[in-house]
């Protein structure tokens, strides 16, 4: 369904733009291990790079008129697409993407649950349950991340993710951001503590 347009073995780096690991495959191909570091790090913001840089590749492979970054951006509208393309790819090649619906269903789930719990609940909320939930939001975030990782790796070729498995500048910056975000929302745990919680109501 979704021929590619280039005819580069997977794993050649001949001709390629500079940033190989997204163009290289149909799809983005990164380290297991790089990606739990990137989302974990970051606190689930690589999750949007990711998508953009599925779709991305995905565009330059197909020709497909699509925005990556809107798509990215906005992705409890598009995930369900882009798994789709993910797992017909994959099932052409023979290794079909298992439950891909429910693995988008899981990735909205917990999108809109996070932004109506921080609406609604953002200022009530204990700061020590709100790096609680944070941190397990990242964690399932990375969790299905992998899940397709596995998939696209492995149809591609490069089971370990071995062509990304390097962390570029780019990627410690954003590392550097995350870890300032990870020392604030641990301060406000410890200032809570010490000061015997928030003045208003608290969500426990």
């Known amino acids: 369904m979704y021929e590619s347009k280039v005819t580069a073995e997977p794993g050649t780096t001949a001709e390629l733009p500079d940033n190989q690991a997204l163009y290289q495959y149909d799809f983005y191909v990164v380290s297991p291990r790089k990606l739990w570091v990137m989302t974990l790090g970051t606190m689930g913001v690589y999750s949007v790079y990711w998508l953009y840089a599925q779709w991305v590749a995905h565009q330059k492979r197909t020709g497909e008129d699509i925005w990556p970054i809107p798509r990215a951006i906005f992705n409890v509208f598009f995930v369900h697409g882009l798994f789709r393309r993910v797992n017909d790819w994959a099932e052409e090649r023979g290794g079909a993407l298992a439950n891909h619906a429910n693995l988008a269903w899981a990735w ?97």
């Open 108 to 204: 909205i789930l917990l999108t809109i649950t996070m932004r109506i719990v921080d609406r609604v609940y953002g200022e009530q909320m204990a700061p020590l349950v709100d790096l609680t939930l944070n941190i397990l939001v990242a964690g399932l975030i990375a969790a299905i991340l992998f899940v397709v990782q596995q998939t696209i790796n492995r149809v591609s070729g490069d089971t370990d993710g071995a062509s990304n498995a390097q962390f570029s500048f780019a990627n410690w910056f954003w590392l550097f951001v995350g870890a300032l975000i990870w020392f604030g929302a641990v301060s406000l745990v410890f200032d809570a503590g010490e000061t015997g919680g928030s003045s208003g109501p608290a969500i426990i």
